[in-house]
Nanobody, 125 residues
């Protein structure tokens, strides 16, 4: 069973940067595509970025394209989300999860893996 621990969130001002980390346990991490999701109050949890198992393919939601960068370090079983030029609308709880990736389609979460606790990102204007 994969366990996920997100960290790196915080309170920042608009225009600042943050780097989120997701530490994953389990031998399947190296062979799993991974994604970052976010959920703000009153909204559904949605994917913002995805990365293939080998790091060669990435996906970004239009709302974060050009500002966020997803990466992974399989030796550390960790996936990262570098967030630059943060906006108040980026305020949310951020989660990572294994995903299915299919070309340039929006990644979908692997359903049988529990969510981690998430990490809160708050961007003030």
């Amino acid at each position: 069973q994969v366990q996920l621990v997100e960290s790196g969130g915080g309170l920042v001002q608009a225009g600042d940067s943050l780097r989120l980390s997701c530490a994953a346990s389990g031998r399947s991490f190296a062979s799993s595509a991974m994604g970052w999701f976010r959920q703000s109050p009153g909204k559904e949890r949605d994917v913002v970025a995805g990365i293939s198992w080998n790091g060669r393919t990435t996906y970004y939601a239009d709302s974060v394209k050009g500002r966020f960068t997803i990466s992974r370090d399989s030796a550390k079983n960790t996936v990262y989300l570098q967030m630059n030029s943060l906006k108040p609308e980026d305020t949310a709880v951020y989660y990572c999860a294994p995903v299915y990736m299919d070309g340039d389609k929006r990644p979908s979460r692997v359903p049988y893996v529990d969510w981690g606790q998430g990490t809160q990102v708050t961007v003030s204007s």
